[in-house]
Nanobody, 123 residues
Framework: QVQLVESGGGLVQAGGSLRLSCAAS????????MGWFRQAPGKEREFVAS????????YYADSVKGRFTISRGNAKNTVYLQMNSLKPEDTAVYYC????????????????WGQGTQVTVSS
């Protein structure tokens, strides 16, 4: 089992920035690709970004490319999502996820999930 705990969400004005963190425990962190998904009210959970086990490869949804940056610190068992130039449409609950493969944008193919952290962007 992998336990994931997100932090860093909150309320921010449009154009502002937030940095989400996800602390992992339970298994060897570097064995897992890590990802971030989000879910807005009334919408399906959608892919935001993912990063490979070594951190060499990153992937982004088109809607966040150029504004969000995913990174990981394997020594700290933590993955981050730096979110800049936030827009009201970024408002959602953001979930951290882990998977031994982690190449899919389908949330159903990721093994472990955190409880989520709310991000609200006001206009």
């Amino acid at each position: 089992q992998v336990q994931l705990v997100e932090s860093g969400g909150g309320l921010v004005q449009a154009g502002g920035s937030l940095r989400l963190s996800c602390a992992a425990s339970g298994r060897t962190f570097s064995n897992y690709a890590m990802g971030w998904f989000r879910q807005a009210p009334g919408k399906e959970r959608e892919f935001v970004a993912s990063i490979s086990r070594t951190g060499d490869s990153t992937y982004y949804a088109d809607s966040v490319k150029g504004r969000f940056t995913i990174s990981r610190g394997n020594a700290k068992n933590t993955v981050y999502l730096q979110m800049n130039s936030l827009k009201p449409e970024d408002t959602a609950v953001y979930y951290c996820t882990a998977d031994s493969v982690g190449r899919s944008r389908n949330p159903g193919l990721w093994d472990y999930w955190g409880q989520g952290t709310q991000v609200t962007v006001s206009s």
